[in-house]
């Protein structure tokens, strides 16, 4: 049986990675957490100064975007692969509210998603691979076999995210949480390069009201049917 391209696009906090990811164990596909990406890189230029201070200094962000070197690396105690920045395992670290506030900065810079874009393409290019973003199904495979659009409440997303980040021991408020959601949400479907759009032949999925087990219940046999032909 053939292989597919799978892309999941949607808002944040929507669960995309943790669907996207048992759906890939399920197929015994590669999963790449594009995410994950744009937050090393957030990661990167919080840590070299260039954001956080009292002025951005995106120009010389882009100048340093060759020092940038991003790898997953798989965890086989954990069943999954983890993100690596410069030779370092920064998975927790790009998790955190303070990188949440500043991604979608990021992510609106056009040479970052050029560079970004061109690295997910070289992954996917054997297929096998379920992948989530904002623009995967837009911009980096408009030719996926399988495209989902995942959407929520902006209130389910970030009492989502509120609960992750206390289990996570960080100290947040819901208010700050859900002000963070709509900026991202504001910012990602505005932005001038691959803004956050569903594709038009991509399934739209609401979990708004729908438990994990369920959502990928669903999806997996959604994605059986597009491997199968049918």
Do not use: C, W
């Not at 040479?111 to 070289?122: A, D, I, N, S």
């Not at 379920?130 to 409440?153: L, W």
């Not at 389910?156 to 289990?167: G, P, Q, S």
């Not at 859900?178 to 991202?184: A, D, E, G, H, S």
């Amino acid at each position: 049986m053939g292989k597919i391209t799978i892309a999941i696009d949607g808002y944040s906090s929507t669960g995309k990675s943790t669907i996207a990811k048992q759906l890939a164990k399920a197929l015994d596909y590669v999963y790449v957490d594009t995410g994950a990406m744009y937050r090393a890189v957030t990661l990167f230029a919080m840590r070299e100064g260039f954001i956080g201070g009292e002025k951005d200094d995106l120009e010389g962000l882009v100048n340093a975007l060759p020092k940038v070197d991003l790898k997953f690396v798989y965890n086989k105690s954990l069943g999954f692969s983890e993100m690596y920045l410069n030779g370092e395992n920064v998975e927790k670290e790009i998790r955190t509210l303070p990188v949440s506030q500043q991604v979608s900065k990021i992510a609106t810079i056009e040479k970052v998603r050029l560079k970004l874009v061109g690295m997910q393409q070289e992954m996917g290019k054997k297929k096998g691979v379920v992948m989530d973003g904002r623009d995967i199904g837009t911009v980096v495979f408009p030719n996926a076999e399988f495209k989902i659009f995942m959407t929520a409440s902006p209130e389910t997303r970030a009492f989502r995210r509120y609960k992750e980040l206390l289990d996570k021991g960080e100290k947040v408020s819901y208010k700050e949480v859900l002000k963070n959601v709509q900026t991202r949400d504001y910012i990602d479907s505005h932005r001038e390069f691959s803004p956050l759009r569903k594709a038009d032949d991509a399934i739209e999925f609401d979990n708004s009201d729908m438990g994990l087990k369920e959502q990928l219940e669903r999806i997996y046999n959604f994605a059986l049917r597009k491997i199968e032909g049918k």
